[in-house]
């Protein structure tokens, strides 16, 4: 098989050139994990997505010939694999484009940053100020996934979950998790979900990979581990081995306003009916009196 493969020249060039072009683009989706943990709004989700149509719509021009480097064969006619190629990395381009205006892009939804880590949450052109200024903020609490209202402390959440009387849904989840974004893009975007997670439950999301120091009065040795507790994160994540016995993102799991377990945790799954019918079982159970 080896052996039957063409030799080195311009073709392997070009296999080097679309590998990188491909590298680079995924250079800036680690760059971009490694900003969302950091928190640094350096690379907000518009941002991101504007290198990345510039990356593949340039990707785009070499392989249909209109962009040449130093190492390339002189090209006389294009082949139909490299067309095919081109016109399907165009079409990619050109998917991306409208992301900009808040376009869901389910295709790729787990690798920009999510919406409401952008400048516009709402996608450029809208005003997200007046958007969200006729929801009122319980304290301690911000707009999360598709203006969701959503809770980063679990104490914090716990105590308005008790004066409004609802049940939990305990989210745990992280900055850079693919699979979370997933989730949230294709579970929690279905009406029938996003309907029960706005109006059943008080939804804590804590992230284990946050970043931000504790107080030193909060920096702990974890009884279960003997890690050093010093971040944010590394308190949430000694929380879910601790309580749960695990340590992959997403972990969900409902509690009632009074913080105890209503439901077996459930991972990641994609099936809408089947997370539906376990929310709707948590909920029924958490509110029991």
């Not at 016109?87 to 892009?105: C, D, E, R």
């Not at 969701?148 to 049940?167: Q, R």
């Not at 305990?170 to 029960?196: P, Q, Y």
């Not at 009632?256 to 029924?284: F, M």
Request: charged share 20%; hydrophobic share 40%.
């Amino acid at each position: 098989w080896l052996n039957s493969l063409p030799k080195s020249g311009g073709w392997l060039n070009t296999v080097k050139v679309v590998l990188g072009f491909l590298e680079l683009a995924l250079a800036f989706k680690f760059l971009s994990n490694a900003d969302l943990v950091l928190q640094l709004h350096l690379l907000e989700r518009e941002v991101f997505l504007a290198i990345w149509i510039a990356i593949f719509g340039t990707l785009a021009l070499y392989l249909f010939g209109k962009i040449s480097l130093p190492h390339d064969s002189p090209m006389s006619h294009i082949s139909v694999g490299r067309l095919s190629f081109g016109l399907v990395v165009l079409s990619f381009t050109i998917y991306m484009i409208p992301g900009l205006w808040g376009a869901p892009l389910q295709l790729i939804s787990a690798f920009p940053p999510p919406m409401e880590y952008s400048e516009s949450p709402l996608g450029i052109g809208s005003n997200s100020v007046s958007s969200t200024s006729d929801t009122v903020l319980p304290e301690g609490a911000k707009l999360g996934p598709h203006q969701i209202v959503v809770f980063d402390d679990y104490e914090t959440g716990l105590a308005y979950a008790k004066t409004v009387n609802k049940p939990i849904l305990l989210d745990f989840t992280g900055h850079a998790c693919v699979n979370c974004r997933k989730m949230e893009n294709t579970v929690w975007s279905d009406e029938r979900i996003l309907t029960l997670l706005k109006n059943e439950v008080v939804l804590i999301s804590l992230y284990v990979d946050d970043k931000r120091e504790l107080p030193k009065n909060e920096q702990i040795v974890s009884k279960s581990t003997g890690d050093n507790i010093v971040t944010i994160g590394n308190k949430w994540t000694d929380f879910q081995i601790t309580r749960y016995k695990s340590n992959s993102q997403p972990l969900y799991v409902i509690l009632n306003n009074e913080g105890e377990d209503k439901s077996k945790p459930i991972a990641y799954t994609t099936n809408i009916q089947e997370y539906k019918k376990w929310l709707e079982d948590g909920i029924a159970a958490a509110s029991k009196k």
